[in-house]
């Protein structure tokens, strides 16, 4: 199976900063990573997949990057309806797998 | 609008089995492969098993295969997921959700929806 790595597991951060999540696989991935958005209480939210395309209204503050086995998510200037957990997750290869989430906290 | 309604948790004994419905709107059911996710409390995601548009294919998480198996109705747009020799540790919330099916695979989950909450308990 493909292991999937997020850093850092929680940060706090304040309203308006920018913060980067880390996300490794095990193995070369092509670029089948998507990443998800977690309120609590809430079911997850797309955001991203193919490693960078934003999925459908979603705001333009949400941006990915990476290639192979190294991937990046980030928001720029935080808003009180950001601070959720983030997860990533590979759909190269089955069982798909996802990252450990990364708890965005004020 | 998309919609995607989860049914059918609720409380089961160990060893019992429980059928969970996911009911399908708002888009061309027959163009989406269909996901299942769960959380259990407090913990991460974890992916569960995928149905193909077509229902050609069908992959398990392995810590459910062999108990659990997916299945769909194009003519009432649903996805069931039959649930046996259910255990503890299978208590969560299952998410289905739809993934777009083309080119001969089916990709990331990109629709959720709210989820039906499962407790395995004796």
């Known amino acids: 199976d493909i292991q999937m790595t997020q850093s850092p597991s929680s940060l706090s951060a304040s309203v308006g900063d920018r913060v980067t999540i880390t996300c490794r696989a095990s193995q070369d991935i092509n670029n089948k990573l998507a990443w998800f958005q977690q309120r609590p209480g809430k079911a997850p939210k797309s955001l991203i997949y193919g490693a960078s395309t934003l999925q459908s209204g979603v705001p333009s503050k949400f941006s990915g990057t990476g290639s192979g086995t190294d991937f990046t998510l980030t928001i720029s200037s935080l808003q009180p309806e950001d601070f959720a957990t983030y997860y990533c997750q590979q759909y190269e290869r089955y069982p798909l797998t996802f990252g450990g989430g990364t708890k965005v906290e004020i | 609008q998309v919609q995607l309604v989860e049914s059918g948790g609720g409380v089961v004994q160990p060893g019992r089995s429980l059928r969970l419905s996911c009911a399908a709107s708002g888009f061309i059911f027959s163009t989406y492969g269909i996901h299942w996710v769960r959380q259990a409390p407090g913990k991460g995601l974890e992916w569960v098993t995928l149905?193909?548009?077509?229902?050609?294919?069908?992959y398990y998480a392995d810590s459910v295969k062999g108990r659990f198996t997916i299945s769909r109705d194009d003519s009432k747009n649903t996805v069931s997921l039959q649930m046996d020799s259910l255990r503890v540790e299978d208590t969560a919330v299952y998410y289905c959700?739809?993934?777009?099916?083309?080119?001969?695979?089916?990709?990331?989950?990109?629709?959720w929806g709210q989820g039906t909450r499962v407790t395995v308990s004796s």
């Open positions: 959700a739809r993934a777009y099916c083309g080119g001969g695979r089916c990709y990331e989950p990109n629709y």
């Open positions: 149905i193909w548009n077509d229902g050609s294919n069908k």
